[in-house]
């Protein structure tokens, strides 16, 4: 099992524990720098991401924003913006804590594009849905939902002109916690490395109110369950997840779970195969 952590850890490039608020300042500068390049060497001048009100969007968004505000001072243009999407289906049970996010953030633009009406509009023209259970056509269409997000993210970026960012991380990562084609879909991931102890530090450092960055994480995409949190669909903890990929000893039966999942969810990690 060891050799499968240091394989895991060494695929996901996870970032070692941070060494004190020096060192954490010394990574905010280096994933700011990061998301910098990105725009320079693309030629755009607009970063978009959609913010849900959790912890990992609102850290990409605080970094987001100070990339191109850094940008601007520096003189490069005046014209690097950063928009946030909120991007709620119908009614979001936690619309406070988006709006504190975007309030948090203070992004250059921000637009509400509910996806309701496309979600319910494709699942009504999409016949084979009706031979489903109602649990099993509910878990379709919340990866429906994450795919019509992407959908409205890459429209606005086409507008403006810009690159999306995602939100993904090591320990949603190596669960392959994430829609394929749906949040999975990005042009860059500044968040890419870090286990989830190391988002909130990040998020704390970076301004983020304790409400958010303690945040119970979920990706509330099931009407059923609605918040279910994340915790509770992988059947494991992010604090095993997160010791697993830094290398340290956890219970066994949650390594297996972990390892499962990892070599099951592969395919969602890799481009699309060819002959």
């Given at each position: 099992m060891h050799s499968r952590q240091q394989e895991i850890a060494a695929a996901l490039n996870v970032c070692p524990p941070f060494d004190g608020p020096s060192a954490i300042q010394a990574e905010i500068d280096r994933r700011v720098a990061f998301i910098q390049t990105c725009l320079r060497e693309s030629g755009l001048k607009t970063l978009v991401l959609g913010i849900s009100g959790g912890v990992d969007s609102t850290t990409a968004g605080l970094l987001a924003q100070r990339a191109v505000?850094?940008?601007r001072a520096k003189g490069e243009g005046d014209d690097y913006r950063f928009i946030a999407v909120r991007l709620p289906?119908?009614?979001q049970h936690d619309e406070d804590e988006a709006q504190l996010a975007v309030d948090?953030?203070?992004?250059?633009?921000?637009?509400?594009?509910?996806?309701?009406?496309?979600?319910?509009?494709?699942?009504?023209?999409?016949?084979?849905?009706?031979?489903?259970?109602?649990e099993k056509r509910d878990f379709v269409l919340g990866n429906t939902k994450a795919r019509i997000r992407m959908?409205?993210?890459?429209?606005?970026?086409?507008?403006?002109?810009g690159l999306v960012i995602g939100t993904d991380h090591a320990a949603e990562a190596v669960m392959g916690f994430f829609t394929k084609?749906?949040?999975?879909?990005?042009?860059?991931?500044?968040?890419?490395?870090?286990?989830?102890?190391?988002?909130?530090?990040?998020?704390a450092a970076l301004g983020a109110p304790e409400q958010l960055v303690k945040k119970v994480p979920t990706a509330d995409?099931?009407?059923?369950?609605?918040?279910?949190?994340?915790e509770e669909a992988h059947g494991v903890s992010y604090q095993h997840?997160?010791?697993?990929?830094?290398g340290r000893a956890i219970p066994d039966e949650a390594a297996r779970i972990i390892v499962d999942t990892y070599d099951k969810s592969a395919h969602k990690r890799q481009l699309p195969k060819e002959p």
């Amino acid at each position: 099992m060891h050799s499968r952590q240091q394989e895991i850890a060494a695929a996901l490039n996870v970032c070692p524990p941070f060494d004190g608020p020096s060192a954490i300042q010394a990574e905010i500068d280096r994933r700011v720098a990061f998301i910098q390049t990105c725009l320079r060497e693309s030629g755009l001048k607009t970063l978009v991401l959609g913010i849900s009100g959790g912890v990992d969007s609102t850290t990409a968004g605080l970094l987001a924003q100070r990339a191109v505000e850094g940008m601007r001072a520096k003189g490069e243009g005046d014209d690097y913006r950063f928009i946030a999407v909120r991007l709620p289906y119908q009614v979001q049970h936690d619309e406070d804590e988006a709006q504190l996010a975007v309030d948090t953030i203070k992004p250059d633009e921000c637009h509400t594009v509910n996806i309701g009406a496309a979600v319910q509009g494709l699942a009504q023209a999409t016949e084979a849905l009706g031979d489903l259970t109602p649990e099993k056509r509910d878990f379709v269409l919340g990866n429906t939902k994450a795919r019509i997000r992407m959908v409205a993210q890459y429209t606005i970026a086409n507008a403006r002109q810009g690159l999306v960012i995602g939100t993904d991380h090591a320990a949603e990562a190596v669960m392959g916690f994430f829609t394929k084609f749906g949040d999975g879909a990005c042009d860059l991931t500044p968040l890419a490395g870090l286990v989830k102890y190391q988002v909130r530090e990040l998020a704390a450092a970076l301004g983020a109110p304790e409400q958010l960055v303690k945040k119970v994480p979920t990706a509330d995409l099931e009407e059923l369950s609605p918040g279910k949190p994340d915790e509770e669909a992988h059947g494991v903890s992010y604090q095993h997840i997160d010791e697993f990929l830094q290398g340290r000893a956890i219970p066994d039966e949650a390594a297996r779970i972990i390892v499962d999942t990892y070599d099951k969810s592969a395919h969602k990690r890799q481009l699309p195969k060819e002959p």
